[in-house]
């Protein structure tokens, strides 16, 4: 048949013959290979659990412990036994060596406030940008930075010193000695260790409320409040040393102006900050009124701020310092006004009772302020009796109270310092708390605490006993829980407000600033360690 050329031409498709043998017969020897290699391995590792099983020591029941026990003692050639027991007796180890932090919980926290573990270290909502100050550095870490700085004359002392920490530089503000006391466990612990009692702390309670019902609507006190009978108003009309004075004694007992379950206070505490912040000066930091005045009103705000950590106040606080810095004069001291007058020991020991509550808080305080500072303690310093006067050398019980303060805060000169011995020894000792001396009682009590020892003992038994007793205790009078200022030297200036406040300070001291040595570490250790024996 004939083929149509226009035909397109049939293609077929054939499928050539099937490679699999060749392509197995290529893999087999890879895959023996792998099979072979990956078999050894399991081998192996089955092989290495099996003698280690071999080699393993049965577990030891408490039966076989207590046996070996036994056999122990049975056997006293055998002494190398690792599990042995020893009866320890309590009384006789080093356990009852002091050491510088409390071993005891009696609380779950020692800051204010409920435990939050999803916050940061430090004080809920504080400043972040400055340090937190509710837990202390462990002493001790050399001589610059937090808790070095041995004292230049340190050794054995009266008392066998346990140590005497430094704080912020060799020759800087201590560690210890700051706010750490004032809350939860720790200043319970404070109080104890310390020697206050439940009558104290009652009395502490109840001139606090006496404190604040002296308080005005506009969140000031006053020296000469009308609200107080004449015989009680001070002759001086200071509203900024008022106030201070009315939230000094809040603050110590660890109470801020944040507002918390267990703090009544708190409103108060506010009002009073805002009244000093609306009177000071907002360029040069001045408080007003007098360097008296402005010091006591520095601390009390760098102690407001040290212990909240609220932002708000770091600025007022910081003004306050800087005002110090700015007016101190080139003798190193201050006088009445902000003018950089020649110093006096007086209004000396109040700015540097500030400078001091700055660095605690975080503060910026240069290093030269405190230098000329303790310059003029030297100017006003007797170096043949250890005495201190007014505006050079002498020998005033008052004003060798308030810079023997000074030096251990600015020096560091603890209990196994010579010239704090003799000074002490000389005018401390010899004018016990027996007389009503609110000013004198103020600072002495503070340098005892820190000198700590039976001197302190002694001297703290005494003067508590006299102010607690000293306290107006009539319920149905609108002074209760105070005490009247007559008799006092300083009674008629500043009224029953400054006597009630410098008071309640003094029966603070416990927990207010912890102690800046550690002597006998612990007021009741004696009676601790008789019992336990």
Same mark, same amino acid.
């Given at each position: ?8 031409? +049939? ?6 013959? =099937?490679?699999?043998?060749?392509? /197995? ?32 020591? %049965? ?7 207590? &046996? ?7 056997? %006293? ?12 007796? %309590? ?104 020697? #206050?009692?439940?009558? =104290? ?59 918390? @379950? ?11 900050? $805002? ?13 007003? +009124? ?7 009103? =520095? ?43 020649? #110093? ?19 503060? &910026? ?6 230098? @000329? ?60 708390? &027996? ?26 038994? @005494? ?6 007793? $000293? ?16 008799? &006092?030297?300083?009674? =008629? ?21 912890? %102690? ?8 009741? $250790?004696?009676?601790? /360690?008789? $019992?336990?024996?």
């Amino acid at each position: 048949m004939a083929v149509n050329s226009k035909t397109p031409p +049939v293609i077929s498709l054939h499928e050539p013959p =099937s490679d699999i043998g060749r392509t /197995v017969l290529r893999m087999l020897p890879a895959s023996i290979g792998s099979i072979l290699f990956h078999g050894l391995l399991i081998g192996l590792f089955f092989g290495y659990m099996w003698a280690m099983s071999l080699g393993a020591a %049965p577990p030891q029941t408490e039966t076989a412990r207590t &046996d070996n026990v036994v056999n122990a003692e049975e056997r %006293p050639d055998e002494r190398k036994e690792p599990f042995t027991t020893v009866d320890i007796d %309590p009384a006789a180890t080093e356990f009852d060596t002091d050491i510088q932090y409390m071993v005891d919980r009696i609380a779950e926290v020692s800051v204010p406030g409920s435990v939050d573990p999803t916050q940061a270290v430090g004080i809920i909502d504080g400043d972040k940008s400055a340090p937190p100050v509710n837990l202390p550095a462990p002493g001790g870490f050399g001589s610059k930075g937090q808790g070095g700085a041995l004292e230049a004359f340190s050794g054995i002392g009266n008392s066998n010193a346990v140590g005497e920490i430094g704080g912020y530089g060799p020759r800087g503000m201590p560690l210890q000695g700051t706010f750490y006391g004032r809350s939860g466990a720790t200043r319970e612990y404070a109080l104890r260790d310390g020697g #206050g009692t439940k009558a =104290s702390e009652a009395a502490v309670a109840r001139g606090l409320k006496w404190l604040i019902r002296q308080q005005m609507p506009d969140g000031k006190w006053m020296l000469n409040s009308p609200t107080l009978p004449d015989k009680d108003r001070g002759r001086e009309s200071n509203d900024i040393a008022a106030t201070a004075l009315g939230l000094l004694p809040l603050l110590a007992a660890g109470k801020t102006h944040k507002p918390e @379950k267990d703090n009544p206070y708190d409103k108060n505490i506010d009002k009073g900050l $805002k009244f000093l912040i609306r009177s000071q000066d907002q360029k040069t930091g001045y408080f007003g +009124v007098s360097m008296y005045a402005h010091g006591l009103a =520095s601390i009390a705000m760098c102690e407001a701020y040290g212990l909240s950590q609220d932002p708000a106040l770091r600025r007022p606080a910081q003004l306050a310092i800087n005002l110090l810095v700015n007016t101190q004069h080139e003798g190193g001291g201050w006088r009445y006004g902000p003018s950089k007058q020649p #110093g006096d020991m007086s209004v000396q020991g109040w700015q540097i009772m500030a400078l001091k509550s700055g660095q605690m808080a975080g503060l &910026d305080v240069p290093t030269v302020t405190i230098k @000329k500072a303790i310059a003029f303690l030297d100017s006003c310093c007797d170096a043949n009796t250890e005495g201190y006067g007014y505006t050079g050398p002498g020998n005033s019980n008052r004003l060798t109270a308030v810079g023997l303060l000074c030096r251990q805060y600015m020096q560091n000169w603890g209990p196994s310092h010579p010239r704090m011995q003799a000074s002490i020894n000389r005018y401390i000792k010899t004018n016990p708390p &027996d007389r009503q001396d609110v000013y004198y009682y103020y600072y002495a009590t503070q340098v005892m605490h820190h000198y700590g020892g039976e001197d302190w003992k002694d001297w703290n038994e @005494k003067m508590r006993e006299f102010l607690i007793k $000293k306290q107006d205790g009539n319920q149905a009078s609108a002074s209760f829980g105070s005490w009247d200022p007559a008799g &006092d030297a300083f009674g =008629s200036a500043g009224g029953r407000l400054m006597i009630t406040s410098l008071n309640l300070l003094t029966l603070e001291v416990y927990y207010r600033y912890l %102690p800046l040595y550690y002597r006998d570490a612990g007021y009741n $250790k004696d009676m601790a /360690v008789k $019992k336990a024996l």
